[in-house]
């Protein structure tokens, strides 16, 4: 497995890597003012897309170079560094060329292998920053496999960015659903894998920007990514989702960072209690479930003798129902439990069929 402890540009001891700028870099003018805004704020990397991916032809499609020589110029101007979305080898020529100190493989890229290897090929032999953009569907495979891809070209600093999945919804509330346990995975297969949070193409809304940002520092993301426009209705691209710097500024003043350890021992010392009550806890529930196999067996056993089916929808029925008001009684709401006891009775299910078509089966008493 490649070895990302060793990753640093990405890493900001107990802050947030911030990237910010606008979706588009559309004139000298949106990109110079945006970074002059940005400057004294704690942004790591100054954003501004070059050649944009958009879902329609006819719609504006990036400056291309015209645009690299404004994001130089904001970068020799305002010292900040610049990272750019790549799409195509030609296109990590270019940001070599022009001094851009990090790139991004968008969400439309990284579907893609044939793609990604293509833009990793086009990296071997550099030493360029590399952030990974989840692929439009929820995939942790294909999202680590392109980072793997990156990796093995040769780059060491690698990173994530979750920018949410798409779905076919048209009353949905995000533009692109978050499905927070698919990052979640990502992370943890590879802890030391920087992942920074997308929240302005999650949300597709400026209004939601601020508190989707909250949820990802909340879930232990490492950073965040966020379009930002000094007149956002009037963007090019995005015009939605994108936030002013003063709305940036205070979204960031606003921001409560947690850490995963805390340096309070009277809270740390809590918390391991806590978590050995937890520990105990769950053996317990191991065993409870175990045993509750066990009587399922026993009862697969005298479905066989009695020539009865494995499912009984009378009794499924009995289960939901009972469970349920059972559970709402501890305070545990009846999708929760109703969902953890379809899968109970689904293994339940499968040891009993197990039974009724196999000739013998040990059955403990
Ligand atoms: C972007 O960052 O502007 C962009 C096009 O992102 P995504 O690949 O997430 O759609
Ligand atoms: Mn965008």
């Known amino acids: 497995m490649p070895n990302f402890a060793i990753m640093s540009f990405f890493k900001t001891a107990g802050k947030p890597f911030i990237i ?16 002059a805004a940005l400057k004294d704020l704690p942004v790591q990397l100054f954003r501004g897309g070059v050649w944009k991916p958009r879902t329609r ?3 504006f499609e ?8 404004w994001l130089k110029e904001a970068k020799q101007a305002y010292g900040t560094k610049i990272t750019i979305e790549v799409a195509e080898p030609h296109h990590v020529e270019l940001a ?7 790139v991004w493989l968008g969400a439309r890229t990284t579907v893609n292998p044939f793609q990604v290897q293509r833009i990793a090929d086009a990296l071997k032999g550099n030493i360029l920053p590399v952030l990974v953009k989840n692929p439009v569907n929820p995939d942790v495979d294909l999202w680590e496999g392109a980072i793997e891809r990156i990796h093995r070209a040769g780059i060491v600093d690698v990173a994530a960015i979750h920018r949410g999945f798409s779905i076919y919804d048209a009353g949905a509330v995000y ?20 992942i920074i949070c997308d929240p302005s193409h999650i949300t597709g809304r400026r209004n939601m920007v601020a508190e989707l940002a909250q949820k990802a520092m909340d879930l232990g993301f490492d950073g965040l990514m966020i379009e930002t426009h000094p007149d956002p209705e009037k963007a090019w691209s995005d015009a939605a989702q994108q936030i002013t710097p003063a709305a940036l500024t205070e979204l960031l003043q606003h921001l409560v960072i947690r850490h995963e350890f805390t340096a309070d021992m009277g809270k740390s010392t809590e918390l ?7 520990d105990s806890i769950d053996a317990e529930v191991i065993d409870l479930l175990a045993r509750r196999m066990e009587l399922s067996e026993r009862i697969g056993a005298v479905k066989k003798d009695s020539n009865i089916t494995a ?8 289960i939901v129902a009972s469970r349920g008001e059972h559970g709402e009684r501890q305070m545990l709401s009846k999708e929760f439990i109703v969902a953890l006891y379809q899968m109970i009775h689904d293994e339940s299910i499968r040891r009993q069929l197990e039974i009724l078509r196999n000739a013998t ?3 403990k008493d």
Request: charged share 30%.
């Open 311 to 318: 499912y009984q929808p009378e009794r499924w029925r009995d």
């Open 175 to 194: 533009r692109n659903s978050p499905n927070w346990p698919v990052p979640i995975e990502l992370k943890r297969r590879r802890p030391e894998l920087s």
């Open 62 to 69: 990036g400056n291309g170079v015209d645009a690299l020589d």
């Open 20 to 35: 910010a700028g606008p979706c588009s870099a559309e004139s000298r003018e949106q990109v110079m003012e945006t970074a």
């Open 361 to 363: 089966k040990p059955v």
């Open 272 to 278: 391991e209690y806590l978590r050995q009550l937890m």
């Open 57 to 59: 032809p006819g719609s």
């Open 96 to 102: 070599l060329q022009y001094g851009v100190d990090a």
